[in-house]
């Protein structure tokens, strides 16, 4: 390996317990990490410093590829690196034999990534370079072109077309900064001396609108360009100790300048360009491996022989020829599969295919379901299956004969044949018992203990489900749903009621015999709404009254989930338990909880224990819901903490959704609860699911994550599958790749529906393969990546430290940004960062993730939160990642009345607030409306109805229903924003200087966290260290 080229790696060899992809501790090597059992470990060369991080490899040099986006930042070294000496900061790897992780575990004296602060002057004359270069437009002749969003051009190195060059010279030697990094990624950046580079013109006027460092506290004005802002609020100093260079302590000289943040790469331009080049077309599905629009474009989706990427996203769309390239990019190779995703009403619904009893048609050797990939041959007798190759032969109710080109005459008929997604009817060999399945159940479970009664609450849901249950599911062509409902109440004790249409009044059904719940009525328990109306909405008038004078406050709460378990199973039904539950489950019964909210275990190697749930009975609970097609969603209404992590592990293992409803008011937050009811009863589900992904020769799927099951290394079980969860399916090679044939994946998903008919929904999607790694990147989804490091970290640290975690994905950032710069881009200096045009904008999304509330263990976010937000990520699909991590944030005060658009998007960053706006923020779970204390009397009137800033109510929840035009369009964005995101946002009113602002600016995802998170600019000065260290 050459001397100048990447420090190479530890072995891909060797499985190291709980290292690399993230894997529990007894799991090899999993991709994204690249194990390979059997490749052997060279010793390292003398004289070749070798970095002990498991990831990366010499790489094989690719030409360069047409479009770079090159940045280049300081080389932030801490002196040269001499030979022999580790430049990285960990441990070697353990000895072959050696059972213990590779990883060593992490104090917080562990050497900072960052060396101390650099001078005022340096500061100032970076700023003014900065200024200087033409970054972030065009630079002089080039334009931007439709597949690359934006071409940045320098003036120093004229690159290809679209690369972008940000040339900060290195940095000198400079003694290392106090240790401590709070968020497990680098500690203090600093600004380096800047030198003039060739090229550069002489020194520039200083620019007005570049002043402070970040984390140097505003003075008393906001940023020149906009109006007076007033101080910072106290606790946003929080960041990283030892304050930031030019903070208060090191103050000294002239006014300090800031790195321009309009410099570097920005997600709403991304966004925005690609919105304008794609948006509002049709996008044919009819090329392999060609990369859709983005999540956050709308366009008109047409099959044409392969899926939707509403129903499949790849991390990227050409797929490296052998594992050994795979191991050298480390970009995993993934697929988002969202197999129930809502399809708008402009777009064709899925053919269902029904052959009759002979059932689909399926290859001999691997079963892949007969689709677009097979090519049939002899006159049309047969077919080879593009999977496995194998020749099968045309069943004769099949056979077509075929046209000049070899296409069967028929193809365009055949939704199998020409269509990427599509549905077949099941025969009784694809149902449980080769018996056909009943329709589903629905049993809504009710914690009626003293403080639910007193709330409101039970009354709240027993009202909303007169009116709800007309609005059960059904089949398009059917006049009334064919599920059935059930109900039950619960504190230490369980009620059935019996609600048979031939009653004149509900009977009641007490079980007290909690540790062996039994179903005690089988006829009359889950009845037909229809038929049984009088007698359930006379129960749900009197269950209220029952409980009204109740003073038990004690709950159970697994042997509620038995409990409906058990009457699906005697019903051999499948269906949903939805379960209100309000407290810690404290009696005495199986499942019982005691507090371990201890926030001792913070930052400690026993911090994994709080997203576990406590003891066995959740899993083998979740476990048996699974085989009995039992999904549960949970509904939590908690004023302390209830142990969301055991509470909502049988939800998670289901398919299930959770809610959760801080100290509920019901004047406040029912209209948020109820929102949430309504869309989640009406939801497309499919029922007692198995899903399995089935790939061409050459790679399968190794790893897959979301809110599923598994029983065995294929099939994927959900109880339900709804139109909002989402599957990541990692896939590793197992051999070389082909170009020709490319890289094929089946994802096939047999549920029933709501009507109790057995089907299986196939989906299918071609990838590329190449020979080059610049095609690798050229096709790679950051939103698709994103997806996957969140769910890869948030199921890693049940097993691993949280700065385990962070530094695998910072370090995993750093490998595959820096194989792209030693093989890709055109040769650059060390001091340059250069990102590919497809990845220009993962370091900003990693930040957001590394800052999200699941990886920051402090004190102040409270447990529950990040057990439920990493519950809820588990099973998102690519745009709700894409908008939970990187909120959305609006500009209302320049809304277009005239017009139906929704305004551009500006950056999450408190610069981009003005004191003059009123700004919306949205991220899938909060909302807020931020309003600037200058904001126009005229859009407060508007909005409010009240006079002035000051008459502005903070506690509302919604807006007035005012009859004017801005009133009106703000109300519709709501609506546009809300509708697409499956949790009900309640929006918090903030007003500029208030208490509750400290809330929104944790959404500002660009600047500082007050809880320790590195903000944008200082995060891409750690990345591009990183990266210089691995080339160095």
Known sequence: MSQQGYVAAPPYSQSQPGIGGF??????????????????????????????????????????????????????????????????????????????????????????????????????????????????????????????????????????????????????????PPTNSVNGLCAQPSLPPVARQGGIPGPVPPNPNLQQLPGQPPGPGYHPQQANYGPQMAGSQLSYPGAFPGGPAQLSGPPQKKLDPDSIPSPIQVIESDKAARGGQVYATNTRGQVPPLVTTDCIIQDQ????????????????????????????????????ANVPPNETPLYLVNHGETGPIRCNRCKAYMCPFMQFIEGGRRYQCGFCNCVNDVPSFFFQHLDHMGRRIDHYERPELSLGSYEY????????????????????????SYRNINSGLVKLICDELKTLLDKLPREEQEESSAIRVGFVTYNKVLHFFNVKSSLAQPQMMVVTDVSEVFVPLLDGF????????????????????LFADTNESETIFTPVIQAGMEALKAAERAGKLFIFHSSLPTAEAPGKLKNRDDKKLLNTDKEKTLFQPQGNCYEALARDCVANGCCVNLFL???????????GLVTMYTGGTLYKYNNFQLDGDSPQFLSDLRKDIGKKTGFDATMRVRTSTGFRATEFLGAIYMNNTTDVEMAAVDCDKAVTVEFKHDDKLNEDTGALIQCALLYTTVSGQRRIRIHNIGLNCSAQLADVYRTCETDALINFFAKSAFKAILSQPLKTVRDILVNQTAHMLACYKKNCASPATVSQLILPD????LPVYMNCLLKSYVLVGRAEIPTDERAFHRQLVMAMGVADTQLFFYPCLLPIHSLDLKSDAVPAAVRCSEERLSEGGAFLLANGLSMFLWLGASVSPELIQGLFNVPSFAHISTDATSLPDLDNPISKKLKHILEQIQSQKPHTMKLIIVKQREQPEMLFRQFLVEDKSIYGGASYVDFLVCIHKEISQLLS
Do not use: W
Not at 310 to 329: E, G, V
Not at 532 to 539: K, Q, T
Not at 637 to 647: E, H, I, R
């Open 23 to 176: 894997g529990s501790p007894n799991s090899s090597l999993h991709y994204g990490h690249y194990g390979d059992p059997n490749s052997s470990y060279s010793a390292p060369q003398p004289g070749v410093s070798k970095s002990t991080v498991p990831f990366g490899s010499s790489a094989p040099v690719g030409p360069p590829p047409a479009g770079a986006h090159q940045f280049s930042q300081t080389n932030f070294q801490n002196g040269p690196g001499t030979p022999g000496q580790q430049p990285h900061r960990f441990q070697g790897p353990p000895p072959p034999g050696n059972t213990g992780a590779s990883y060593p575990s992490y104090s917080h004296q562990s050497q900072p990534t960052f060396p101390n602060a650099a001078s005022a002057s340096s500061t100032a004359q970076l700023a003014d370079q900065l200024n200087t270069m033409q970054i972030n437009n065009y630079g002089p002749g080039t334009t931007p072109s439709p597949g690359h969003p934006a071409s940045f051009q320098s003036p120093r190195l004229p690159p290809p077309p679209t690369q972008q060059q940000m040339i900060l010279p290195p940095g000198p030697q400079v003694p290392p």
């Open 305 to 340: 022989g392969h899926a939707s990427p509403r129903y499949i996203r790849c991390t990227t769309y050409c797929f490296p020829l052998t594992s050994d390239m795979a191991k050298q990019t480390r970009i995993p190779l993934a697929a988002v599969i969202q197999p129930f």
């Open 425 to 448: 009817v099941a025969t009784l060999d694809y149902c449980r018992d080769k018996k056909p399945p009943n329709p589903p159940a629905y049993i809504f479970m009710i914690d009626v």
């Open 526 to 545: 889950l009845v037909d709404f229809e038929e049984s109306r009088s007698v359930v909405i006379n129960l749900l008038d009197q269950i209220p009254e």
């Open 637 to 647: 209404f908690p004023n302390q903490y209830v142990d969301v992590a055991s509470l």
């Open 838 to 841: 497809t990845m220009k904008v």
